[in-house]
Nanobody, 116 residues
């Protein structure tokens, strides 16, 4: 059974940096994309960034500050977050989308808190 495991969240001051990591454990799957979503208290889960085998994509709110990287074939994905703002505070979830079924696998979430 596929399990996505995240690490790297924490508490940081405004303007600081954090790096999130995610990898599949137990087994790998054929993915079309790997990415990151986030959910702040009282808000819906939103897309932050995702990668495919030949492209990267970002939400407008993080362009120029966040960088996504990883290996879709190996089910690994990273998120380098720079120039963090209080509005980036959220639980960040790793996502992997299966190639044929479009089934979404999710990590357990990691808390990112940016203090003002």
């Amino acid at each position: 059974q596929v399990q996505l495991v995240e690490s790297g969240g924490g508490l940081v001051e405004t303007g600081g940096s954090l790096r999130l990591s995610c990898a599949a454990s137990r087994s790998v799957f054929s993915a079309s994309s790997m990415g990151w979503y986030r959910q702040a208290p009282g808000k819906q889960r939103e897309l932050v960034a995702f990668i495919t085998r030949d492209s990267t994509n970002y939400a407008d709110s993080v362009k120029g500050r966040f960088t996504i990287s990883g290996d879709v074939a190996k089910n690994t994905v990273y998120l380098q977050m720079n120039s963090l703002k209080p509005e980036d505070t959220a639980v960040y979830y790793c996502n992997g989308r299966a190639r044929i079924t479009n089934y979404d696998y999710w990590g357990q979430g990691t808390q990112v808190t940016v203090s003002s």
